[in-house]
Nanobody
Framework: QVQLVESGGGVVQAGDSLRLTCAASGRTSSASARGWFRQVPGKERAFVAA????????RYADSVKGRFTISRDNAKNTVYLQMNSVKSEDTAVYYCGAGPVLVTALDRYSYWGQGTQVTVSS
């Protein structure tokens, strides 16, 4: 089992920056890739960014390329999502997922955190 806890959400203004944190515990070696997804009411959870086990490879949704950066610190079992130049459309609950490999598909992630709300005011 892998436990994930997200933090860092809040209310920010358009153009501001925010950093989300995902702390992992448990058998993290069994699900070493990490992904960030986001969800708004009435819509499916959507891929944002993902990173492989050692941080050497990452992927991003087109909507966040050039603005968001995913990174990890394996010594701390923590993954980050640096969000710069945020827009109102970035408002969502952000979830961290853990899976065996770097993928963008929601159903390939076996473990999820409880989510953290990000609200961007314009």
């Amino acid at each position: 089992q892998v436990q994930l806890v997200e933090s860092g959400g809040g209310v920010v203004q358009a153009g501001d920056s925010l950093r989300l944190t995902c702390a992992a515990s448990g058998r993290t070696s069994s699900a070493s890739a990490r992904g960030w997804f986001r969800q708004v009411p009435g819509k499916e959870r959507a891929f944002v960014a993902a990173i492989n086990w050692d941080g050497s490879s990452a992927r991003y949704a087109d909507s966040v390329k050039g603005r968001f950066t995913i990174s990890r610190d394996n010594a701390k079992n923590t993954v980050y999502l640096q969000m710069n130049s945020v827009k109102s459309e970035d408002t969502a609950v952000y979830y961290c997922g853990a899976g065996p490999v770097l993928v963008t598909a929601l159903d390939r992630y076996s473990y999820w955190g409880q989510g953290t709300q990000v609200t961007v005011s314009s």
